[in-house]
């Protein structure tokens, strides 16, 4: 039950994305052809948020739910490692037409054809795991 509240914030995510039109193939296909500026500016939004969101975490030293401080570590800056995974996620899905949050949308919105991409995610997951230990990412 107390987990409750996270399948609504889900179900209500999962609303907004299809009422924003944002899990349709046709407007990730607009985006990968630059026919269409929608994508891009619902990603544009989610990234100045984003940054948002971290500078006032970081400036005003808020705490999580439990009250602990949220540490946000600094990175190491890299080149190939991101261009790499970011160029395979792109490739994954301009080929598929989603990315792994709307697939659990679609097929809630009876596009069961994406199961198989839901399938072929969890897969890749898993292969990753495997083979994470053997790959330059630290």
Not at 30 to 36: D, G, L, P, Q, V
Not at 129 to 134: A, E, F, I, S
Request: proline letters at 4%; aromatic letters at 16%; hydrophobic letters at 55%.
């Amino acid at each position: 039950m107390s987990r409750l509240r996270f399948l609504l914030a889900g179900v209500f995510f999962g609303i907004v994305l299809t009422k924003a039109e944002v899990i349709s193939w046709y407007r990730i296909y607009e985006m990968f052809r630059f026919e269409s500026f929608h994508m891009y500016g619902v990603i544009g939004s989610a990234v100045i948020l984003g940054i948002i969101a971290v500078q006032v975490i970081k400036r005003f030293n808020i705490r999580d739910i439990s009250g602990n401080p949220i540490v946000i570590q600094e990175k190491a800056k890299r080149f190939w490692p991101p261009l790499i995974g970011g160029t395979i996620f792109g490739l994954g899905w301009a080929l598929t037409g989603a990315c792994p949050g709307p697939i659990y949308i679609l097929i809630g919105n009876g596009f069961m054809a994406f199961g198989v991409v839901f399938l072929a995610a969890v897969l890749g997951t898993f292969v990753y795991g495997l083979v994470m230990n053997k790959l330059p990412q630290r």
